[in-house]
């Protein structure tokens, strides 16, 4: 196991050495003050929230948990498996930048499509969301396409040798 | 959990990307930690507090920056699961209590922090389809965040200094020496299941994910790197102008927008939600003003015929939006010192609304001597609309919209 899990257990090789005592005096200092802000912040939450609401509170942070590690993370990797798949022929470049293209559509629209629908739930007053949140994303998208294939063709016109990389099977 | 690790291994999931990502995410947190408690603490200050009212745009730019910052953490949180989602399969999954807390602590602070940025969002257009009061759990929550990311840099601190410079090798080390495939982990698999694969339906989606042509690291990496700076910029710029007026032309998914509004201004709490348009259109209106046991009533023409000042003041709401505007009004400065109130006062403003959190404030002395600080009675020009708080309403530099009290019924020293 290497460092990032490493944890509190003792750090790998090559780094305890240059580092030692400093480091774990640092370390222990953090590790205090951040036990003392999550406590305050649990203070806090419980001093301030009635009682009732609290597993409300609980319920979003393990639905958000769930939400990312069994369901957003999983779509992506199958997206990016099935990207590489349909592109096997185009170079890591082109597939890159369509990848980055619908990365930045997809999270443009992770912020705007809540609008949209919070548009539909009568806004608090005509001055709460006023634009036309579907037709500006739509137009976003639009945009996003031309750059996208428009830098595709570009990297494919570099005709630059392809460089994908087939993985190697010697470790099989 | 070795052959998961193994599949989602990537030249982009990486400690060096980690702490690159890491930082500027860790630095987001701060941002919005540091804004969110000036405007808490403006909001509900402790008795010795006293805030700077220059610039008098202060407030537009440290609650514009805590909402921006708050949504460019979308993208940077996802990018960060992103790189480090194979250590989900950290296998044992627990090798101890220390390990567990550390593992527990990550859940957390990986739940908390979507739920934080999320709800937050959300506020901005006040949507609220959660079971909770928003204001104190979020408050709550920035604590808690704030504490998770210091133990979070306390545990990974060896990493994080390791990787903090970009060195000639750290581009190849993986996040776990299971995913680089190694001989060592080839054993491990031939311990679990007698070859290097399993059998069955699961060895052959590995199959399948084995096959698939990997991307060069390096356009991996500068393409992950790329995106994560394009899709930033997008969903800050695209959202920006509702606070900041350069972007205004490309604001398209703000929630508010500048210039729309009765009177070119947006608003936030209408008269019909406080349920104050009876008593703010009735002619018998009037502001009292009460200092040390004198009251003294002023009728909208009495304010109109005391000397009357312009000031060009942002309106700056919590939820991020800002409009600049010019004021015409009574200085609170003069009334005040028509009634003889020692300079050292401060003052509770009282709304004609009945309910609402906000309609009892009070304001420090800092605001009630500054010079900009008015009783407002003409809006850009015009007689104050009613949604903008007729018959006259406060306008101070640097506090929260909800602070500028609407409908304006009482103002008291304490």
């Known amino acids: 196991m290497t460092s990032l899990q490493g944890g509190l257990t003792p750090p790998p090789a090559g780094i305890e050495a240059s580092t030692g005592q400093r480091m774990r005096s640092i370390r222990l200092v953090l ?3 951040g036990v003392l802000m999550l406590a305050w912040g649990a203070f806090v939450m419980f001093d301030s929230v009635r009682l009732t609401r609290i597993p409300g509170v609980a319920l979003w942070i393990a639905a958000a948990i769930v939400l990312h ?15 590489r798949r349909v592109g096997r022929r185009a170079t890591g470049t082109i597939i890159a930048i369509v990848q980055g293209g619908i990365v930045v559509g997809s999270l443009v629209s992770l912020v705007a499509v809540p609008l949209i629908v919070a548009k539909n739930f009568a806004p608090a007053n005509p001055t709460v969301l006023p634009l036309n949140y579907g037709l500006n994303l739509g137009i976003f998208w639009l945009v996003l396409a031309v750059v996208t294939v428009g830098l595709s063709v570009w990297a494919f016109l570099r005709g630059r040798r392809p460089d994908v990389a087939f993985p190697d099977d010697s470790g099989r | ?5 193994r599949a989602l291994a990537s030249p982009v999931r990486n400690p060096r990307m980690a702490t690159v990502i890491g930082r500027l995410l860790g630095a987001a947190f701060l941002i919005c930690f540091g804004t969110g408690l000036y405007s808490h603490f403006l909001q509900e200050p402790l008795d010795w507090m006293r805030f700077a009212t220059r610039p008098e745009f202060l407030y537009q730019v440290t609650q514009g920056t805590h909402i921006i910052t708050g949504i460019a953490c979308f993208p940077l949180l996802l990018a960060k699961l992103y790189i480090v989602f194979p250590n989900l399969f950290a296998y044992p999954p627990v090798r101890g209590i220390v390990h567990f807390l550390e593992r527990a602590s990550i859940a957390l602070f ?9 709800i937050g969002l959300l506020n901005t257009y006040q949507w609220y389809p959660w079971p909770f009061p928003f204001r104190q759990v979020h408050f709550a929550l920035g604590w808690v965040l704030i504490g998770l990311l210091v133990i979070h840099i306390a545990v990974k601190l060896p990493v ?16 776990s020496d299971a995913v680089s495939g190694d001989r060592g982990s080839d054993a491990e698999a031939v311990r679990l299941w007698g070859t290097t694969r399993p059998n069955g339906v699961t060895g052959r989606v590995l199959d399948y994910i ?33 606070t900041f007026t350069p972007l205004n032309a490309v604001n398209l998914f703000a929630p508010r927008k500048k210039g729309v509004g009765q009177q070119g201004v947006p608003v936030n709490r209408t ?7 009876d008593a703010a259109m009735a002619p018998a209106w009037s502001l009292t003003l009460a200092v040390s046991g004198t009251e003294r009533s002023f009728t909208r023409d009495e304010l109109l015929a005391l000397p009357q000042t312009s000031v060009q ?7 991020g939006w800002s409009q600049m505007a010019s004021w015409r009004g009574v200085r609170l400065r003069d009334l005040a010192d028509l009634m003889n109130a020692d300079p050292d006062t401060s003052f509770r403003l009282i709304s004609l609304e009945e309910r609402g959190s906000f309609s009892k404030t009070q304001m420090g002395r800092e605001y009630v001597r500054d010079p900009l600080t008015l009783v407002a009675l003409e809006l850009n020009g015009e007689t104050l609309d009613l949604e903008h708080g007729y018959p006259a309403r406060m306008i101070a530099p640097g506090r929260p919209g909800v602070l500028q009290t609407k409908w304006l019924s009482r103002i008291e020293a304490i």
């Open chain 1, 31 to 33: 590790l205090g003050v």
């Open chain 1, 69 to 83: 590690d069994a369901i957003l993370a999983p779509i992506v990797f199958a997206f990016g498996i099935a990207l």
């Open chain 2, 1 to 5: 959990m070795y052959e998961a690790q």
């Open chain 2, 110 to 118: 990986v739940g908390a922090s979507l739920v934080q940025i999320t």
């Open chain 2, 160 to 175: 994080i200094t390791r990787y903090w410079n970009k060195s000639p090798s750290s581009d190849d080390e993986h996040l």
């Open chain 2, 210 to 242: 084995d096959a698939t042509p990997r991307t060069a690291s390096r356009v991996s990496r500068r393409g992950f790197l790329t995106t994560v700076g394009v899709a930033t910029t997008a969903v800050v710029g695209l959202t920006a102008g509702q």
């Open chain 2, 271 to 277: 008269s019909e939600q406080a349920k104050v348009a």
């Open chain 2, 313 to 319: 003041l942002p309106i700056a709401c919590v939820e």
